[in-house]
């Protein structure tokens, strides 16, 4: 890692991080309204919120090797679910993708806080990371 600030470096925890908040953005929900768990599984079933490869790959500005790795990583781990659709891939966050974000977002914020101020850089700071 040499040439790379360890303060600037990201790892792929943090691109999770990125792409499960876009994820929940598509929903437009309030993440840390009362009662969520209860309306959350009529909440997916009713929101066609998707987002394809390529979107992530732009949400996380990152090449095509990471795309995969947080993608299969938050598979993996339960938080999202992958369909093919032709060529194209549809992305869809799970109730256990939204659920974790919700209660690992503050956690985030303070451990990657440099990293998210620099990925944010050039525009402004999503409203999850302020």
């Known amino acids: 890692m040499q040439g790379i600030s360890p303060a600037l470096y990201k790892d792929y925890k ?3 991080c990125f792409a499960l908040n876009r994820l929940v953005s598509e929903l437009d ?26 979107d992530i790959k732009h949400e996380i500005k990152s090449n095509h090797v990471m795309t995969n790795k947080v993608l299969s990583k938050l ?3 339960g938080f999202i679910g992958i ?4 060529k ?11 659920l974790h974000i919700r209660q690992f977002n503050e956690f985030y914020k303070r451990i990657y806080h440099e990293q998210i101020l620099d990925h944010c850089k050039y525009r402004e700071i999503p409203a999850w990371a302020r």
């Open 29 to 54: 929900i309030d993440l840390y309204q009362e009662g969520l768990e209860e309306r959350l599984d009529e909440i997916l079933e009713r929101q066609d919120a998707t987002l394809s490869k390529e």
């Open 88 to 98: 194209r891939y549809e992305v869809r966050i799970t109730k256990e993708g939204v």
């Open 83 to 86: 369909s093919q659709r032709g």
């Open 75 to 77: 598979e993996e781990d």
């Open 14 to 16: 943090i691109y999770c």
